[in-house]
């Protein structure tokens, strides 16, 4: 079983870059994935060419949190609010995953070449990408996503998750990034599906699993003098079952 764990969000700001880079020096994430358009992005681009890890940083795609990078998008109040910051919470409304209007697409598809264009022009090299809150796996965006990705020579993405009750949306966004001849994971995982895995899946299978690093005190709350945690999937535990399968 190939196994890939891949750590979001680097970039975001300093407590969860940081967290990132102590995972990869305790070797516990092989890959991770920046957010270009975040204030944190530069410093986060010299602790990874500092700590020697930043042929390992692929692209976060992010239209939910911070400031676009282009200007025609801060004007669209679908995707931003009246200071021309992302206004996020599209989740919340299920009809966005299925349906955009036209012009909230072509705003995203330029937004999606924009920040492709600056990850490439930092001087990274590591063509792969995913997208914040898996906002580019939405049914509206997920073609418009994989054409951009291959015109600025991505060659791999992440895909979507593995679920019986989301089986027909998972072979459409598995048939998009096939039509574009993008390499993806046979499956997408959480850290606490690390138990179960190897019952469901082939000893062939391409995994990624992806956590999201951040420290966190007993309150469970940003600290950057917490503990070192996984927020998505029971914190502590999470990071000691990446400990197990990367060891």
């Given amino acids: 079983m190939q196994i890939t764990v891949n750590a979001d969000d680097f970039g975001m700001n300093e407590n969860v870059t940081t967290a990132i880079a102590e995972c990869f020096r305790r ?3 092989q890959r991770t994935t920046a957010m270009v358009n975040m204030p944190y992005f530069v410093e986060a681009l010299r602790i990874a060419r500092r700590l020697d890890f930043s042929d390992k940083v692929g692209l976060h795609i992010n239209l939910t949190e911070g400031a676009p990078l282009t200007e025609e998008i801060k ?10 910051l992302f206004r996020g919470g599209l989740w919340k409304n299920k009809l966005w995953r299925f349906w955009m209007p036209k012009e909230a697409v072509r705003l995203a598809g330029a937004e999606i070449d924009a920040q492709m264009k600056a990850f490439i022009a930092s001087g990274l090299t590591l063509r792969h990408f995913d997208s914040h809150q898996y906002i580019c796996s ?13 015109e600025n020579g991505f060659v791999s993405t992440r895909g979507f ?11 459409h966004v598995k048939r998009k990034i096939d039509k ?16 179960t895995m190897r019952f469901r899946f082939a000893g062939n299978s391409s995994i990624e699993i992806h956590c999201h690093p951040n420290y966190r ?14 927020w998505k999937s029971g914190y502590a535990q999470s990071l000691r079952l990446l400990e197990d399968v990367c060891g």
Wanted: aromatic share 14%.
């Fill in 217 to 230: 005190n007993e309150a469970g709350e940003l600290d950057d003098k917490g503990e070192l945690m996984d």
């Fill in 161 to 171: 998750f593995n679920a019986s009750r989301r089986g027909f949306y998972c072979c």
């Fill in 75 to 84: 004007g669209s109040r679908f995707w931003c609010n009246a200071n021309g």
């Fill in 138 to 150: 939405y049914w509206p965006l997920n073609d418009i996503t994989n054409r951009v990705a291959k």
């Fill in 27 to 29: 070797g516990i994430v």
């Fill in 180 to 195: 574009y001849g993008l390499e993806r994971p046979d499956a997408l995982l959480f850290t606490h599906d690390i138990p």
